[in-house]
């Protein structure tokens, strides 16, 4: 059974720093395209950064800042983000897709407020 576990939300102030991880069960990275969505409250969901293989994309708000990475021998895929803003704050996703496969999980919470 396939799984993508998001972990490491939370309440930051501006300026701080937090690190989610995303943990996979059920297939390896190997082929597919690895990615971290947030959605803000009446906001769509937007694309942050996407890894697969020694490729890596970030949205144009969050370069410079934040971090995208994998460990393979623990099958879990990171975001670090640091000088966080108040526009920052969302629900983020990870999703795995590969062919017709698209896989997400369920998502947490950033907040990012003095």
């Known amino acids: 059974q396939v799984q993508l576990v998001e972990s490491g939300g939370g309440l930051v102030q501006p300026g701080g720093s937090l690190r989610l991880s995303c943990a996979a069960s059920?297939?390896?990275?190997?082929?597919?395209?690895m990615s971290w969505y947030r959605q803000a409250p009446g906001k769509e969901r937007e694309l942050v950064a996407s890894?697969?293989?020694?490729?890596?994309n970030y949205a144009d708000s969050v370069k410079g800042r934040f971090t995208i990475s994998t460990n393979n021998d623990k099958n879990t895929m990171y975001l670090q983000m640091n000088s966080l803003k108040p526009e920052d704050t969302a629900v983020y996703y990870c999703r795995g897709q590969r062919l017709q496969e698209d896989y997400w999980g369920q998502g947490t919470q950033v907040t990012v407020s003095s």
């Open positions: 059920g297939f390896t990275f190997s082929g597919y395209v």
């Open positions: 890894i697969t293989g020694d490729s890596l």
